[in-house]
C-alpha cells in the first residue's frame, strides 16, 4: 500500500485524465467481450435456427465492435502515455528539487551512481509500469468481471466450477512473490553498487590508464556485475516457476471446462453456441491471471523502484530559514568563531573548542596537516552544516539566524577542484550572477587573468563548455572559477587551495591581481604551500582540531621550535 500512495501523490494532479482513462478501458475491453457472445448466437440461431433475417444485423454488430474498441483503445493508449510521461516528469522535478535541498550529510554518505541510478533508472522502472503494466491490468480486471457476468448468464454451474481455481492462483502467487520480492530487491541493491563504482572508474580514467589497471578494473567489474547476474537469475527462475504454474493451472481449468462443456451438449442441457461463447470467456477469466504472473517481475521491479523513491524523498531536507531571520543586505566582514566544536558524527570531534576573532577586511590563512580541521571551518562558515555546539558570529549576528540567501550573496568560494558547468564561459563566470552584462564579466576575466585565453578560444566568451563543447587545462577551469567568484562581488572571500592548479607563471599573476581584489574583503585561505600566505594578516595554525598558534608570517617563523616553523622549513627544504 506504501507504493501505490506514493504513485498517487504523483497521479492526483491528474486524477480526471486518471479516471478518464479507467473509463476508456472499460468502453475497450467491454467492447472485446461482445464478439464471443454474438459468435454464440451466430451457432444457435442463425446456423442452428437457420434464422438468416438475424445475420447481417448480427455481422455488423460483430465487425463495427472490435472498431470501435481499437478506436477507444488508440485514444486510451494516448492518454495512458502521456499521463505517464507526466508523472515521469513530475517524478524528475521533484526529486531533483528535493536533492537540491539535502544537507550535506547526506551528500557524504551518498555515492553519485546511486543517486542518478534512483533520478533516471529507478523513475523509468515506474514510466514503464504505469505506461505499460497499469492499461493491461485494469483491462484485465474489467474483463474478469464482465466475462464472469456473461458465464454466469450461460451456465452458472460452471462458472461455480470455474471459480474453484482462483484460489490456486492466490496460493501460487502468495507462494513465489515473496521470494521474487526479496531477490528483486537484491539486485536492485547490487546494481546500485555497480553503477555508483562505474561512474567512479570512469571519472577516474586517467588514473586507471596511467597506472595500467585496465586489467583489474575490468575484472573487479565483472566479478559484481556475475554477482549482480546470480542474484537477477534467482529472481527470473522463481518468475519462470510462477508463469509455468501459472500456465499449468490455466491449462487444467480449460481442459476441465471443455470436457465438461462436450459432456453437457451431448445431454442436451446446454448449446453448442454457448459452449463456444463460454470457452471464450475462460481466456478473459484465467487468461489476466496468467498475464499476472508474466508481468510479476516488471511490477514488483516497479514498486522496488517506487519504494526507492519514497525514502529519498523522505530524507529531511535542510531546515528553512526561521521566521525571524536576519538578512543583511551587504555583510561588513566581521567573523567570530567561539567555542566552536563540530564532529560528522558524535564520537570523532573534528574540531575541539576553536575561537578566532577575524576583523573585517582581513586576510586569515588556515594551515596545517591534512585532517586538522582547515575545511572543516570553511564548510561550517559557509554552512553546509549546522554549528551547534559554539557560534559562529557574522558582524555580530549567529550564523544559523541569517537568512540562506543573505549567506550566500555575501560569501563566495573557490575550491581546489575546479567545477565548471555545460554552457559558454560567459554562462560559467557568470553563474552566480546570471544577470551580469558582458562588461562585468571582462571585468572578472581580467583581474582572474583569464581575458586574453578566452578571447584566443574559437567563440571567445560564447565558446561551449562541456562534453561535447571545448575543453580546457585544470588551471583554465580554476581561473575561470576564481573570476566567477570575483563577479560574485562577495563580502567574504573563501580560497580552498586556489591556485594549487596553476602553473608558476600563471600563480604569480594571479596572486597579483588577487592582493589588489583581496584588499577590501575579508579573506579566508585553505593553503599547503605557505609561500603563498606569507602576506596574510592573520595565520592560524591547526593540528587535530585545535589552534596551536596564530600570528604573522614574521611572528610564527621566529617561534623557536614552533609547530609553523617547522612547517615553513620543512617545505622550504623540499623546494630546495
Known amino acids: 500500500m506504501k507504493s501505490f500512495r506514493i504513485i498517487w501523490k504523483f497521479l492526483s494532479p491528474y486524477k480526471k485524465w486518471f479516471y478518464r ?16 457472445y454474438l459468435l454464440g448466437l451466430i451457432v444457435d440461431e442463425v446456423i442452428g435456427k437457420n434464422q438468416m433475417d438475424l445475420f447481417v444485423p448480427v455481422m455488423v454488430i460483430f ?48 555515492s553519485t551512481g546511486a543517486l542518478m541510478e534512483r533520478l533516471m533508472g529507478d523513475v523509468a522502472q515506474v514510466q514503464q509500469m504505469v505506461t505499460g503494466q497499469t492499461i493491461t491490468m485494469a483491462s484485465d480486471i474489467v474483463a474478469c468481471v464482465v466475462a464472469m ?51 567512479e572508474r570512469l571519472t577516474g580514467a586517467l588514473a586507471v590508464k596511467a597506472f595500467n589497471r585496465e586489467k583489474t578494473e575490468d575484472r573487479h567489474f565483472a566479478h559484481r ?8 537469475v534467482k529472481t527470473h527462475i522463481n518468475s519462470i516457476a510462477f508463469g509455468t504454474t501459472s500456465n499449468l493451472i490455466y491449462w487444467i481449468g480449460q481442459t476441465g471446462i471443455y470436457l465438461i462443456g462436450c459432456y453437457l451438449v451431448i445431454r442436451n442441457e446446454m448449446t453448442l453456441g454457448a459452449v463456444i461463447a463460454f470457452t471464450s470467456y475462460c481466456v478473459y477469466l484465467l487468461g489476466p491471471a496468467v498475464r499476472f504472473s508474466q508481468m510479476t517481475d516488471q511490477v514488483e521491479r516497479a514498486m522496488i523502484s517506487v519504494n526507492r523513491i519514497g525514502e529519498l524523498l523522505n530524507e529531511p531536507i535542510d531546515p ?100 565548471l558547468f555545460e554552457g559558454t564561459v560567459r554562462e560559467n563566470i557568470a553563474y552566480g550572477m546570471p544577470g551580469a552584462g558582458l562588461e562585468q564579466i571582462i571585468s572578472a576575466a581580467k583581474a582572474a587573468e583569464i581575458h586574453q585565453m578566452i578571447l584566443e578560444l574559437p567563440d571567445g566568451y560564447d565558446t561551449f563548455l562541456g562534453e561535447e563543447g571545448m575543453k580546457l587545462s585544470v588551471g583554465q577551469k580554476q581561473r575561470i572559477v576564481i573570476a ?42 585553505v593553503a599547503h604551500r605557505l609561500s603563498t600566505i606569507v602576506g596574510a594578516d592573520i595565520i592560524v595554525v591547526l593540528s587535530q582540531g585545535k589552534i596551536l598558534e596564530v600570528g604573522r608570517h614574521e611572528e610564527l617563523l621566529a617561534i623557536e621550535n614552533g609547530h609553523y616553523r617547522q612547517l615553513y622549513l620543512t617545505q622550504f627544504t623540499k623546494v630546495a
Open 21 to 36: 482513462a479507467v473509463g476508456l478501458t472499460a468502453i475497450c475491453t467491454v467492447t472485446s467481450l461482445v464478439p464471443p
Open 63 to 110: 465487425i463495427v465492435t472490435p472498431l470501435v474498441g481499437n478506436f477507444v483503445g488508440f485514444i486510451n493508449n494516448y492518454t495512458v502515455s502521456l499521463i505517464g510521461h507526466k508523472l515521469v516528469l513530475d517524478m524528475r522535478r521533484q526529486l531533483y528539487e528535493h536533492l537540491q535541498n539535502l544537507p550535506m550529510r547526506f551528500y557524504d554518505k551518498s
Open 149 to 199: 457476468g456473461f458465464m454466469i448468464s450461460l451456465n452458472w454451474r460452471m462458472s461455480l466450477l470455474l471459480s474453484l481455481f482462483v484460489p490456486l492462483y492466490v496460493f501460487n502467487y502468495r507462494f513465489f512473490i515473496v521470494r521474487i520480492r526479496k531477490w528483486g530487491e537484491i539486485v536492485r541493491q547490487k546494481m546500485e553498487v555497480i553503477s555508483a563504482n562505474m561512474q
Open 225 to 232: 556485475a556475475y554477482d549482480a547476474k546470480d542474484s537477477a
Open 320 to 419: 528553512p530559514d526561521p521566521k525571524d531571520a536576519v538578512y543583511i543586505d551587504k555583510f561588513k566582514g566581521h567573523v567570530e568563531l567561539k567555542d566552536l566544536t563540530f564532529g560528522y558524527d558524535d564520537e570523532n570531534m573534528v574540531l575541539k573548542g576553536i575561537n578566532l576573532d577575524v576583523a573585517a577586511g582581513k586576510t586569515v590563512a588556515l594551515v596545517g596537516h591534512t585532517g586538522c580541521g582547515k575545511t572543516t571551518i570553511i564548510s561550517l562558515l559557509l554552512r553546509f552544516y549546522r554549528v551547534k555546539p559554539g557560534q559562529i558570529l557574522i558582524d555580530g549576528v549567529d550564523i544559523n539566524r541569517l537568512s540562506h540567501q543573505c549567506l550566500r550573496n555575501n560569501i563566495a568560494m573557490v575550491p581546489q577542484e575546479p567545477v
Open 484 to 525: 566567477r567568484a570575483i563577479l560574485a562581488d562577495p563580502s567574504i572571500l573563501i580560497m580552498d587551495e586556489a591556485t594549487s592548479s596553476l602553473d608558476t607563471e600563471s600563480e604569480r599573476l594571479l596572486q597579483k591581481a588577487l592582493s589588489i581584489i583581496m584588499a577590501n574583503r575579508t579573506c579566508f585561505v
